[in-house]
DNA sequence: GCCGTGCTTTGACAAGTGTCAAGATTTTCT
DNA sequence: AGAAAATCTTGACACTTGTCAAAGCACGGC
């Protein structure tokens, strides 16, 4: 083969990758949307299909199997949750500011992404029956863990006071907050009152996650 | 009809209605074990009924549906959970022994109880897709709450200083902590590290929950 | 004895599931 | 343009699911 062809075919190559790895993105966004509104119990890969562009064969297409299609989402999931407060990390000027910061981002959260986050907690959930998810999940498990960490953290810095508790105390404490604000305004929240007691909730709470004097 | 024959009747009726509650409560006792093997996701009504010393068809005579069955097992499960650690509240004497007794108990409840939890964790999520359950969730996610609050408050009863907490976060952040806990076992836990974690992490937060001095 | 009533099994049903293969269609290269 | 490859649709398969009805069984009352 010469050169040039040996070039040519690269190229191709690259951008069939390219093209494929867009469309499993792509089918990717479309199983999340339906997961987030179905969940995992009740989400059939017709039902993804109807929820993109194209027929239900496609999936088998791009993706060997339903756990490898879960597994992908899962993965992307991660990618679009795991820089979520670092904003507020890197312009707070001041302890309260952070805490203040750090509290509306978590209500907005969960205002706004709620059906994203509990299609997390349920796949989470199924990691602790069907072993093929748990080392994704536990893996975002822990960069979440890190991202709750780089606020108290900082938190501390600026307060000028050593942190009380570990990262995976941390992690857990504003985990089971927020999960209980999620529980709570789908059962019927009249004006975002689960939003306005986890904002309260989570400033109180990281006050109490540093030594101060 | 004659009084004799009257009474021999309501004796008769409640005693079917006796066998009837009692069998139901033994399917649903059969219907608990196989969801909290399998998780709510994987279990068929067929699996339940495997699991018991019947055959399929009997679950449709003693319940009318499958989530009729599911909310029965949701409650009785409640009934066990509830006073789990109203024992550990009446006997201590110190708030020290009460801290060490609560943090013993949780972990104890991780490594006895996983697979009960982690049904009920399941559960919880499915409220967040399916409204059927919504109601007896959050009727048991009350009475959890309140559980925890017993503690907390008698807590602080016995350290001499007022809570600083609500008890809506004073549940949310054991919550937050066992089921982290409970990950992490599930992850292959070499010899009850998750548990060990649990209890220091649940023993430091409680101290965190009063205003000392 | 027999009848009736409650309990249980069995077998069937329609709907829905993941999976796959054969063909139609589109894109790409020469 | 025409061939080859990639992509997509369609329809089918084997299987599972919840549901239900008909038939079999047990047992107490007359």
């Not at 999936?59 to 407060?85: G, N, P, W």
């Not at 312009?91 to 209500?107: C, D, V």
């Not at 789908?186 to 306005?196: E, K, Q, S």
Request: hydrophobic share 45%.
């Amino acid at each position: 083969m010469s050169e040039v062809a040996q070039r040519s075919r690269e190229r191709i190559a690259r951008r069939q990758v390219d093209k494929f790895a867009e469309r499993r993105a792509q089918l990717a966004e479309a199983a999340l949307q339906t997961l987030a509104e179905l969940g995992y119990a009740r989400t059939s890969l017709r039902d993804i299909a109807q929820n993109s562009a194209f027929s239900h064969g496609v999936l088998h297409y791009y993706f060997s199997d339903k756990v490898d299609l879960i597994t992908f989402c899962v993965r992307q999931c991660k990618a679009e949750c795991v820089t979520r407060y670092d904003h507020v990390v890197a312009t707070a000027g001041s302890a309260g500011e952070l805490q203040r910061g750090f509290g509306a981002a978590l209500a907005a959260t969960l205002v706004q992404d709620a059906p994203m986050h509990r299609l997390w907690y349920d796949l989470r959930n199924q990691s602790l029956f069907d072993a093929s998810f748990r080392g994704d999940v536990l893996e975002i498990d822990q960069s979440l863990e890190q991202m709750i960490w780089r606020v108290v953290a900082r938190f501390a810095e600026l307060a000028e006071a050593p942190p009380a508790v570990s990262p995976g105390v941390a992690y857990a404490v504003f985990d089971g907050l927020f999960q209980q604000a999620l529980l709570r305004q789908a059962a019927g929240d009249d004006g975002g009152t689960a939003a306005a007691s986890l904002r309260a909730g989570a400033e109180h709470v990281l006050e109490s996650m540093i030594l101060r004097r």
